[in-house]
T-cell receptor
Framework: NAGVTQTPKFQVLKTGQSMTLQCAQD?????MSWYRQDPGMGLRLIHYSVGAGITDQGEVPNGYNVSRSTTEDFPLRLLSAAPSQTSVYFC????????????FGEGSWLTVV | GDSVTQMEGPVTLSEEAFLTINCTYTATGYPSLFWYVQYPGEGLQLLLK?????DKGSNKGFEATYRKETTSFHLEKGSVQVSDSAVYFCALSLPNTGRRALTFGSGTRLQVQP
């Protein structure tokens, strides 16, 4: 019963490098999203998807790309990492018939130096 | 826009003390309300939720009542334990927007001392 799985859990990047945070869910959820968590600011929505092939921007999308080629996977790409992207990233999913409940992964701690 | 305001922490209590964490919201529609908990080094877990006015969500001894007239969803527990030490997030979502996303408060850290 894996739920929402994120990898890697920890990553250190140099400014300007690119990387992809992976997110997979095995619950056949239609909705998936990415949040970032910064001290004193709660979680903020980066990008979201309402189904395979459909993505849209959230509150803080700049510097990030996403795609949703399958129902299960929703990777988050940092194109050119900046120190301002140092944060904890959470992937989340939910399903159409499940009411409003959203399930979170365990988080990915990213440091950009 | 939609927003959630929580009391600032940290909140430090002795074991068996009464807990209240205040949460108020602003929303353009009729939101569902949630409390999530984050234990050290872990992700967020849903603690409780309420989807309409006067609903009371409850779980693990925690309770919160959806108060539309005061736009509040305060979290309470009658007797806290050391194991309740965590960060608590109040959040809202607006159904039927097609987004299924949450707007979070800034979080309140609770420290319970033995």
């Amino acid at each position: 019963n894996a739920g929402v799985t994120q990898t890697p859990k920890f990553q250190v990047l140099k400014t300007g490098q690119s990387m992809t945070l992976q997110c997979a869910q095995d619950m056949n959820h239609e909705y998936m999203s990415w949040y970032r968590q910064d001290p004193g600011m709660g979680l903020r929505l980066i990008h979201y998807s309402v189904g395979a092939g459909i993505t849209d921007q959230g509150e803080v999308p700049n510097g990030y790309n996403v795609s949703r080629s399958t129902t299960e996977d929703f990777p988050l790409r940092l194109l050119s990492a900046a120190p301002s992207q140092t944060s904890v990233y959470f992937c989340a999913s939910s399903y159409e018939k499940g009411g409003d409940t959203i399930y979170f992964g365990e988080g990915s701690w990213l440091t950009v130096v | 826009g939609d927003s959630v305001t929580q009391m600032e922490g940290p909140v430090t209590l002795s074991e068996e003390a009464f807990l209240t964490i205040n949460c108020t919201y602003t929303a353009t529609g009729y939101p569902s309300l949630f409390w999530y908990v984050q234990y050290p080094g872990e992700g967020l877990q849903l603690l409780l939720k309420a989807t309409k006015a006067d609903d009371k969500g409850s779980n693990k001894g925690f309770e919160a009542t959806y108060r539309k007239e005061t736009t509040s969803f305060h979290l309470e527990k009658g007797s806290v334990q050391v194991s309740d030490s965590a960060v608590y997030f109040c959040a809202l979502s607006l159904p039927n927007t097609g987004r299924r996303a949450l707007t979070f408060g800034s979080g309140t850290r609770l420290q319970v001392q033995p």
